[in-house]
Nanobody
Framework: VQLVETGGGLVQPGGSLRLSCVVS????????IAWFRQAPGKEREGVSC????????YYSNSVKGRFTVSRDNAKSTVYLQMNNLNPEDTADYYC?????????????????????WGQGSQVTVSS
């Protein structure tokens, strides 16, 4: 199983970026995929998750309403559309799988649940 992120870069505050995570070695529809991020000097935190099969999506409170996760099973790719970015969104972004998106309807982002990780894609929000 391999996950490869692309799409990071430098963007001004208020701008947008779209990250892609190409998943190989498994059938994407059967996999729950999450996005995590890690800012310099901080712990890795969960950002968003898309559940296997039904594609239900979950978000952390810090990105809800600004980020959108989606997937294209035919392309075996998961996307993270990030809008209205601010400097606090600056981090390395990682996709990971398989895992669990929620417990009793509430999103969870437990790093220990995820076996496979991408190499990370850097996002810098700065003027």
């Amino acid at each position: 199983v391999q996950l490869v992120e692309t799409g990071g870069g430098l963007v001004q505050p208020g701008g947008s970026l779209r990250l892609s995570c190409v998943v190989s070695g498994v059938t994407l529809e059967h996999y729950t995929i999450a996005w995590f991020r890690q800012a310099p000097g901080k712990e890795r935190e969960g950002v968003s998750c898309i559940r296997r099969y039904d594609g239900t999506t979950y978000y952390s409170n810090s990105v809800k309403g600004r980020f959108t996760v989606s997937r294209d099973n035919a392309k075996s790719t998961v996307y993270l559309q990030m809008n209205n970015l601010n400097p606090e969104d600056t981090a390395d972004y990682y996709c990971a799988g398989p895992g669990y998106c929620s417990i009793s309807g509430s999103p969870i982002f437990d790093l220990d649940d995820y076996v496979y990780w991408g190499q990370g894609s850097q996002v810098t929000v700065s003027s």
